[in-house]
């Protein structure tokens, strides 16, 4: 890594900034608790309102649920765009939004760049641009740019994870804070896994890969607070393993859970302290998508060789005899949506399905058929109100009800932009990130 520091171009607007690191209950009840009084007070503060936030990969509280009841669900590269940000590579990383900031990590491979970008909402212009440098060969899949993982912010901070090129937190002017070096993030499909802010900790599931483990940091110095190694599995087989999840933080009775899975089981740590709480096995050893909370269920969906499982929350200890629900082979890469005793999941092969939330049996299966010819679907589920949003490879965002009965709402298409990000939801608008561009798009009022 080295330093560099540039001087933007008048048209940029702000400076932009590259530095190497110092070495070294229910979703409305969850989302009032970590995020509305931050929120309320850089209000105050500011002497300006803050749209709802989106500050994380899968929103306010890490189900992919907004607690927004409407967005707009019809667009096009012409209707209801409210602005078009070009991007300079591709990219697999989501978008997360808090008040008039956007913020996106991005991969720049023909300079050894890694970054985190800051755009403005209101119009698409890009106030700066921070990161390192790291020039040292780091593998990954030629489908998964590096800087894939997902940046987390508080309206204070925002935190990017960039592999191999350490973890940074920057503040809202691109200044950075903190900086870790945890060490070489080496796996054939490269990594994921997006850090989390929950109280006063920064949590992240470094892999896959070895080493591999789950660290805490403070969040505003860096400091490691607690760290537990994952155990290596090795299949008795060839094949990649490891885990790409970002855990999600619950609450159980009363205290908090963190939950991530590792190869072959479900767990649940102690935020606090990194205590092991309890443990499911049964899982897959590869595990691509994240886990599922909801209706007091935890669900975690299995890879390529696709053994999933779900299990009760509130047990302790090793809780597969008494607490597993099911067990199934759904391979899935993306993440799904527990919404009113079912849950919603997208294949790779862009084929929607909806399961009985306790049992594990299919209450209907749907192909979604974009615009374009490419309908495989790499995008996660998010849902607002009653209306579940992903894209597909080709950019195309199908919207359909939340429902045991399907009912496909609206197909998006902006042309065949390739798409693998996840959508954002805030005050109504929808972020969407391309290999090309940063698109928001916003209902026209009419006259």
Request: net charge positive; glycine share 10%.
């Amino acid at each position: 890594m080295s330093d560099l520091t540039r001087n933007p171009s008048p048209s940029e607007g702000t400076e932009q900034r590259l530095r190497a690191p110092a070495i070294s209950g229910s979703v409305a009840i969850q989302f009032a608790r970590r995020i509305l009084p931050m929120a309320l007070l850089l209000g105050i503060a500011g002497g300006s309102c803050v749209a709802g936030p989106w500050p994380s990969w899968r929103g306010p509280i890490g189900n992919g649920v907004s607690p927004e009841k409407r967005a707009t669900e019809k667009w096009s590269a012409t209707q209801n765009v409210r602005w078009r940000a070009p991007l300079p590579e591709p990219g697999n990383s989501s978008p997360i939004v808090w008040g008039r900031r956007v913020f996106l990590t991005q991969a720049i491979e023909r300079e050894n760049r890694r970054s985190l970008m800051c755009f403005d909402r209101r119009n698409g212009r890009l106030l700066w641009q921070s990161g390192v440098l790291y020039s040292e060969k780091d593998t990954t899949h030629e489908s998964n740019p590096h800087c894939s993982s997902s940046a987390v912010t508080d309206g204070t901070r925002v935190v990017a994870w960039f592999g191999s090129g350490g973890l940074h937190c920057y503040d809202n002017r691109g200044r950075e804070t903190w900086s870790r070096d945890l060490g070489k993030q080496t796996h054939p499909f490269g990594y994921g896994a997006s850090p989390i802010l929950h109280g006063d900790l920064c949590v992240l599931n470094f892999g896959p890969g070895d080493p591999s483990y789950l660290i805490a940091v403070d969040k505003a110095t860096g400091r490691t607070r607690w760290q537990v190694k994952q155990p290596l599995y090795t299949l008795p087989y060839d094949g990649p393993t490891g885990s790409f999840s970002t855990p999600i933080v619950t609450r159980n009775g009363d205290h908090d859970e963190l939950i991530v899975p590792w190869p072959t089981r479900l767990f649940a740590v102690d935020p606090a302290t990194g205590g092991e709480l309890w443990s499911c096995s049964g899982l897959d050893p590869q595990i691509l998508a994240s886990p599922m909370i909801g209706d007091g269920v935890a669900v975690s969906m299995g890879g390529f060789r696709g053994r999933s499982i779900a299990t009760r929350l509130g047990g302790r200890g090793d809780i597969t005899p008494t607490h597993k629900l099911w067990e199934n082979k759904t391979t899935l890469i993306t993440t799904g949506i527990i919404h009113d005793q079912h849950l919603y999941v997208v294949r790779m092969s862009g084929t929607a399905m909806c399961l009985d939330l306790k049992a594990g049996e299919k209450v209907w299966e749907e192909r979604l058929r974009g615009a374009s010819p490419k309908n495989d679907a790499w995008a996660s589920l998010v849902l607002v109100g009653d209306r579940l949003y992903v894209p597909n490879q080709s950019g195309d965002t199908c919207v359909f009800r939340a429902s045991p009965k399907f009912e496909l709402l609206s197909v998006n298409s902006i042309g065949g932009e390739e798409c693998n990000a996840s959508l954002a939801v805030s005050d109504g608008q929808v972020f969407q990130r391309t290999h090309q561009a940063l698109w928001c798009f916003e209902e026209r009022k009419r006259p």
